[in-house]
């Protein structure tokens, strides 16, 4: 049998289990996960190689109604990912019936010429009767090559998304390496470890004001630690101050828990040193959001 090879793309609402589904193929956390929408911003892919097939996958920010020029920013990008993509994955949860936003979502994908495929994540939250209805709805837009249902948190049928998925690939050569699972940087996964924090620990407009640098990552001289200094940038002094918290509590907290995150990650000690900076306004124009984005590769 020839080899299979190809970009596969992930589009769904904010929230649906996009980046769990991927974390959870690879076996290992490389995007972050949040309850909060939106805490996906840049197009990472990751690399699932099977015996006979080599899925990138292309994580993108979700889609929802933009609020700010921020998301309306991110949402441009998640459509402008479809060109050059052999496979579209969508996901969605199971509601019933087809939810609006999907509905509209599906508006632009009339035209997509290549293959789709649904996933129905989280089924682990609904009955047997109102995951039939959701399957029944979606196969009704008649967009979908296939329809399977999963739970990321139960990993069930990952395996079998993975393997339909590779079906419906074209045949082509192994884009990376059997050892590649990621096209991005220890920094960036690391930078990207802070901001999942976070988006855990702050709230309000907090997580979406802040752009997360690594600036320098050296071995101690004792050999013992791996020393890591991040700038978390925001967007004004009122929210240095809560990223701060009284008497540094909270910036403390998302430190441990970064810290943690990042030694499961390397399998190693570190020592994590974060600044909280000042970057005026740096997400009221869309220049401004490129160029801060752009700071972490
Ligand atoms: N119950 C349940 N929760 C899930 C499942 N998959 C993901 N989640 C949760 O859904 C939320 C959003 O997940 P995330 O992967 O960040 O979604 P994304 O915005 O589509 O990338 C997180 O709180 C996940 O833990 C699942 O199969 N079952
Ligand atoms: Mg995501």
Redesign the pocket.
């Known amino acids: 049998m020839s080899f299979k090879s190809g970009f596969v793309g992930l589009l769904?609402q904010?929230?649906?289990?996009?980046?769990?589904f991927i974390n959870a193929l690879l076996g290992q956390k490389f995007l972050i996960?949040?309850?909060k929408r939106q805490?996906?911003r840049y197009r990472i892919r990751c690399v699932l190689t099977l015996p006979g097939a080599q899925i990138v996958f292309v994580d993108t920010p979700?889609l929802h109604k933009p609020v700010d020029k921020l998301s309306r920013y991110l949402i441009k990008q998640a459509y402008a990912a479809l060109s050059g993509l052999d496979v579209l994955v969508y996901?969605t949860e199971p509601w019933g019936k087809l939810h609006e936003e999907d509905q509209k979502a599906f508006e632009h994908l009339k035209n997509f010429s290549k293959p789709i495929l649904l996933l129905i994540?989280?089924i682990?939250?609904a009955d047997a009767a109102t995951l039939e209805e959701t399957t029944r709805a979606y196969r009704q837009t008649g967009l979908f090559r296939e329809i399977i249902p999963i739970?990321?948190?139960?990993e069930a049928n990952l395996g079998l998304a993975a393997n339909k998925i590779a079906e419906l690939l074209p045949e082509g050569p192994k884009f990376f390496p059997d050892e590649i699972r990621t096209d991005r940087s220890q920094e960036f996964i690391i930078a990207e470890f802070i901001r999942e924090k976070i988006f855990q620990l702050t709230h309000k407009e907090i997580p979406y004001s802040t752009v997360v640098e690594v600036t320098h990552m050296a071995e101690r001289e004792d050999g013992e630690l791996l020393e890591i200094f991040a700038n978390i940038y925001v967007a004004r002094e009122s929210q240095k101050a809560i990223l701060i918290g009284s008497g540094g509590k909270m910036i403390k907290q998302i430190g441990t828990l970064a810290r943690q995150e990042i030694e499961r990650f390397l399998g190693r000690k570190v020592y994590l040193d974060l600044q909280v900076k000042v970057h005026r306004d740096w997400n009221e124009s869309e220049a401004e959001i490129v160029r801060m984005l752009d700071r972490v590769r």
């Open positions: 769904g904010a929230n649906a289990g996009k980046s769990s996960v949040s309850e805490s996906t979700g996901m994540n989280k682990d939250l739970s990321c948190k139960q």
